[in-house]
């Protein structure tokens, strides 16, 4: 298994620009996640989705968008994007906790490191 | 408000001395309880985690850690560091026990370990 796999490693933008950074997880996992890493304020969650066509807002959404079509893929949209958005992006992927009423490890991809001029 | 602290921005260590990571939480109820290390450039990888049960657990790489429920804490524990320890360490609540998977990390302990 490839684990968690995120594309690109690093990217530069222009402020305005729109970009879509792509995750996807060949362990058949239900529940995928996003998060940006900032210096000083650890991991914090963007969006998540716990199934195919499900997603949700996590912490910190504004100025992102997700879709999940379907069970592997995870992809992070910028739509316009601000250099407050720099940062690294983590996906992270688990086992949904329907399968065993419990809480099962995330896998973390290995990041996507993001500049916004 | 829920929050998760990590005291320690920076530690600093000799190889072959023990090491302990600070990590409070402040929630109502026990969340489950995680250590993550992330090494440069990389994702993060989990050392441990705490569902229930005994309150001392066993991790990767000869890490534990310990649940005191008095304190609040979850302190990441290794009695001999080794140079490839040097890293950033998370450490991370599910604080809905459910398991919905909307960890609260705390800010990171960046650890470096002189030869």
């Known amino acids: 298994n490839a684990g968690v796999t995120q594309t690109p490693k690093f990217q530069v933008l222009k402020t305005g620009q729109s970009m879509t950074l792509q995750c996807a997880q060949d362990?058949?996992?239900?529940?995928m996640s996003w998060y940006r890493q900032d210096p000083g304020m650890g991991l914090r969650l963007i969006h998540y989705?716990?199934?195919?066509?499900?997603?949700d807002q996590g912490e910190v959404p504004n100025g992102y968008n997700v879709s999940r079509s379907t069970t592997e893929d995870f992809p992070l949209r910028l739509l316009s994007a601000a250099p407050s958005q720099t940062s690294v992006y983590f996906c992270?992927?688990?086992?949904?906790?329907?399968?065993?009423?419990?809480?099962?490890?995330?896998?973390f991809g290995p990041g996507t490191r993001l500049t916004v001029t | 408000a829920q929050s998760v602290t990590q005291p320690d921005i920076h530690i600093t260590v000799s190889e072959g001395a023990s090491l302990e990571l600070r990590c409070n939480y402040s929630?109502?109820?026990?969340?489950?309880l995680f250590w993550y290390v992330q090494s440069p450039g990389q994702g993060l990888q989990l050392l441990l985690k705490?569902?229930?049960?005994?309150?001392l657990v066993q991790g990767i790489k000869g890490f534990e850690a310990e649940f005191k429920r008095s304190q609040s804490s979850f302190n990441l524990r290794k009695p001999s560091v080794h140079w490839s320890d040097a890293a950033e360490y998370f450490c991370?609540?599910?604080?809905?026990?459910?398991?919905?998977?909307?960890?609260?990390f705390g800010t990171g302990t960046r650890l470096k370990v002189l030869a």
């Open positions: 929630y109502g109820a026990t969340p489950y």
């Open positions: 705490y569902f229930s049960g005994d309150t």
């Open positions: 989705s716990v199934g195919a066509g499900i997603t």
């Open positions: 362990m058949n996992h239900e529940y």
């Open positions: 992270a992927s688990s086992y949904s906790s329907q399968r065993g009423g419990t809480s099962y490890e995330q896998y």
């Open positions: 991370a609540v599910d604080p809905f026990t459910s398991g919905t998977y909307k960890y609260i």
